[in-house]
């Protein structure tokens, strides 16, 4: 997974990095960055692209985009509804992948900024601070509540769903969480 923003001095160290893990025997690279792809194209021929859900993917021309782009997966955006995803898996011509499991950010999925800018930790580089998920006072609520912390997804009861919709693969968020919990979620599932 090299899902996060790359700066123009890290390109050489991604590249190392990808060329290491080549060498390991994957055989696809999760990516936000197109200078990223493009270093997987130029240094590792034949290891698929997956589009990050960071690359805010929430459309079928999103999707198509990504084909033409050399994708072969995309992660698609937690807000889509089954319908758009079964039309994306049946119409964009690449894999579908969708969270089952795991946060639901306050905001859209790849758009969020407020960790960069109230923590100056930015989800787009790896480091969300989850901001979303303090307290705040309220005098509406009288102390302290959490209106911008949703509930995190679990979609158990629809894993069939998913399948018949054409999804090709389920993501479980792991970040930020504890060996325990990810070796727990994945066992449910």
């Known amino acids: 997974t090299l899902n996060t923003l790359v700066k123009e001095n890290e390109l050489p160290a991604a590249?190392?990095?990808?060329?290491?893990?080549?060498?390991?025997?994957?055989?696809?690279?999760?990516?936000?960055?197109?200078?990223?792809?493009?270093?997987?194209?130029r240094y590792c021929p034949g290891v698929k692209l997956h589009a990050s859900t960071q690359m805010a993917i929430h459309s079928l021309s999103g999707a198509k985009a990504a084909k033409d782009l050399g994708y072969d997966r995309v992660t698609l955006a937690r807000e889509l509804t089954l319908p758009e995803v079964e039309k994306i898996a049946a119409e964009a011509g690449?894999?579908?992948?969708?969270?089952?499991?795991?946060?639901?950010?306050?905001?859209?999925?790849?758009l969020c900024l407020c960790s960069s800018l109230q923590k100056g930790r930015s989800g787009n580089r790896g480091r969300c601070a989850y901001p979303c998920r303090e307290a705040v006072y309220s005098d509406v609520a009288g102390g302290?509540?959490?209106?911008?912390?949703?509930?995190?997804?679990?979609?158990?009861?629809?894993?069939?769903?998913?399948?018949k919709a054409g999804v090709a693969s389920l993501k479980?968020?792991?970040?930020?969480?504890?060996?325990?919990?990810?070796?727990?979620?994945?066992d449910y599932y």
């Open 94 to 110: 690449l894999e579908a992948e969708v969270f089952i499991h795991g946060a639901l950010c306050d905001s859209y999925s790849g």
């Open 15 to 41: 590249a190392r990095t990808l060329i290491a893990a080549t060498e390991q025997g994957i055989d696809a690279v999760i990516v936000q960055d197109l200078g990223v792809a493009e270093l997987v194209r």
């Open 144 to 163: 302290l509540t959490h209106p911008f912390s949703l509930k995190d997804i679990a979609l158990g009861p629809k894993v069939l769903d998913l399948a």
């Open 172 to 186: 479980i968020e792991g970040r930020k969480k504890s060996p325990l919990y990810v070796a727990a979620t994945v």
